[in-house]
């Protein structure tokens, strides 16, 4: 059978976009096992790692590659079982971290700086929705996003839940003017065990007398989960919204205690907040803490930190969130951690596609932080939060998650 | 029901739904390995986890006639691990991939052959005073497995000036037959012996004919290695060797790697780049200070271990001596300043190279790494300048001369080199059928004028090796001989050297 190209682009439209990336794969297979300790690295791929799966290679970036290249040559046609392969993937971006062509600044070959594993797997996911295979348990979870305003198929009421946990009054931002937007996200504000989160940032904020507003029951999900699971349409229509709002209010800095908000604003929405400064509130409030020279308070407890991947690899920072442990902790380093850090398993779609995988990743994540002896599991993303509490639950451990704007709340107590 | 799935089902049996499969795109994931340009889709792909479930597979292929390949990482460039043609069964063993047994006693180390050498060496690393396998693997080690390793010879991923091929450090191995039984080579076919410490002594040298054998002699499950401890003292330099009146860099190079070789210097490698592989590595911070310097020439850099810093400054001033009174340039000793044993030792591998030069996904890499003895490295030069020049204008035909490494010569123990590399154009789907032409070409170009030994054995090599004519009628009948006892049914990697055509 003889597959015209111009059939093939046109099945393939979002992945024809990024096919020099797409196809840029030497297929070393590092991706998939390496072992680099002089890099940080010591396991290449945590879906590969867990046990929870076959392991067949398709479950690893190379195998993926290989499944791209069979699309292009017109060898493979979009398919489920294709979905069910290419959406066991948390998007971490860990393959990138070791892929001599990747966009990678540790290699800088002629053939290098080409690969951009999880843009491409973003394509190729979004290319499968349109062909008209999803996952279908994240269906409902896109469709609830567009209609409720949010993934979690609430009533987006329930935003304003956490709100009567304060003692002070906080700014509407639909009709209130403030110096900064504080964008809760959906996942602190609707799960009950994780609302101490948005509480914490906000009284954080408070206490600092910082000017700052929040949209409550009128906040639009950030479109993140849209965005990873292939829903391209979702995405765009949310993100629309959002820009909309932003900019009819006026907002010039947005400040988010979600990872994956934080990334999906600053990266996915391209150029459409220009002009507006997104910061993750672990950022913020380091430079805040560096700028008012603020003294905090040694909390005197051992903590280790996991590294979100929607802030550290995918966006970089590393840093600022040690910089502020250090100085309350006894921050222990877990064996992988910065650029080398295991996922939590909740990213990409797979907590809600892959329950059991997404557990997996959570506990051989919570395995390696009581490896390190410390009392606290400190982390800057509400849904790394969600899943690793899950599995401190599952595992029975002894380790208290945590985020880190509560350590600072008590910190500046 | 089909016999295909009578054969799918009869092995789900044995290694349960999750750890079989025949869907599409698995099985295309199967069909390429570093080499994407040689492709075989196979029907079915397993995962076993026991020597015992793939003697339940092999007997079951033997019965219906199914050929069957043994797959590591993959991570072979030449066809290896892949069927010849569509279909059979592809058996992945990296479920298989646990360190058995360490014994520090005996500095011997029992693995299942799916682990990677990154990985055995990371963990050896982190046991008792802390030892690797001295030869660390193929330059792919960071993802290949022992086992790929075991079935080609390999060389390269750092030690073998001193520890050789990794084939060396194999004191046992674990094996199942193509007709299913399960057998152990080495000291430990002694069934009153409970660990491995030596492949002799018990009648022929039988872990032999498992060892470079790209899977078509028996399927190994378990290895057992020597391993050695981590060189406490390390020394090392980089030189700059200049084209003369009389010599060109590498008949300059090779007279001195030959001394290296011969004085018995605890070398633990040296590696000769060619000025064109320095500039195609650009990216790499040592190769940055080679640029910056402006260097002009080939390069040899050494690495020389030792266990007392008096003995290192002993071996350092003897390996200096040679190479300055060769009149070599010797770059400074940092590492911006191109000190490559440095940046590979203490920045960057730990014992263990990364192969830093994979082509990307567009070229087609015409792979062909070769022993030699080391006075050979003149004429690979020339064969490689030759052989570029009759071919330069097919190849630019074919989609156009890509990438810029040319070749990478490094020692190997006692006294030869393997000169890494090929030719690269690139990769493109209208010309696969002649790029491949052009790759055996090459090959045989090197068998023949070279007398050269290629050291990893996929399919295009294993075929050019008969194509070429190398093989005496005697030797290749021995050859087919041993493959017929062994596997009568012709199941396992059929196609090899084409072996199974010919009984």
Redesign the interface.
Known sequence: MVVKITEIKENLKYLSELEDAA????????C????????GI?YSCPVYKSDVI?????LNP??????L??LF?G??KL?Q??SD?IFQCTLCGLCEE?C??SQNEN??????G??DHVKVYEALRADLVEAGFPIESQVPMNKAMVELLNPYERDNKDKLDWIKELDFKVKDASKEDAEMLYFVGCTSALTPQIQRVAVATAKIFNKLGIDFSVFGEHEVCCGSVAMRTGDRKSFEKTAEENVKFFKDRGIKTIVTSCAGCYRTFKKDYGDKLEGIEILHSVEYLRNLIAEKDMKLKQLDIKTTYHDPCHIGRHMGIYEEPREILNKISDLVEMKTNRNGAMCCGAGGGVRKGFPELSLDLAKNRVKEAEETGVEYLVSTCPFCYRNLSDAIEELNSNLKMIDLVELILKAIN | MNETQNVYEQIENIVGT??V?D????C?????????TLQGIPDI?V?PNTPEEISGILRVANKYGIKIVPRG???DLTGGAKPIGDGGIVL?V??MNKILDIDEENRIVTVEVGI?W??L??QL?NVGIGYYTGSTGPA?G???TIGGGLSNNTVGGGGAAMYGAVTEQCVGLEVVLPTGEIIYTGAKANSFRDKPFTRFGLGADYSGIFLGDVGIHGIKTKASLNIYPLPEYRGYATYVIKKTKEMTPPERGSKVMIKWQHDRLQLHDFFYYTQSTVT????QKVAKGLINAKVRGATLFYTTVADTQRQLDYNVERIEKIAEDAGFEKLGPTVEEGNIGKWFYE????WQW??????????FGMGGCVKCPTYQLPDYRRMYDDWVKRNFAKMAEMGGVG??AEFVAFGVNPTYIDVAGGAGILSS?EHREAQIELWKDFLITQIKELGAVHYWMGEIIGRSLVDSGALSEEYYNFMITIKKALDPNKILSPGKFYLTDKY
């Open positions: 196809r840029a794969c030497a297929q070393c297979g590092q998939r096992v390496a072992n680099w300790p002089s890099k010591f076959s392991k067949f290679e398709p190379r195998g993926k590659n290989i499944i290249k069979g040559r060898d493979l398919s079982e294709i392969l070791i001599f062509n290699f800088d070959f002629p053939m290098a080409i690969m | 999750k750890y499969s869907s599409e795109p698995v295309y994931s199967y069909s390429m390995n570093c080499d994407f792909v995962k990482n993959g991570a992945d990296t479920r990677s990154s990985e060496c990371e690393s792919s960071f993802s290949a195609s590595l650009k990216g920045e960057d591998g730990r990364s192969n830093h030069s994979w082509a990307g996904g567009y070229l990438g810029g789907v």
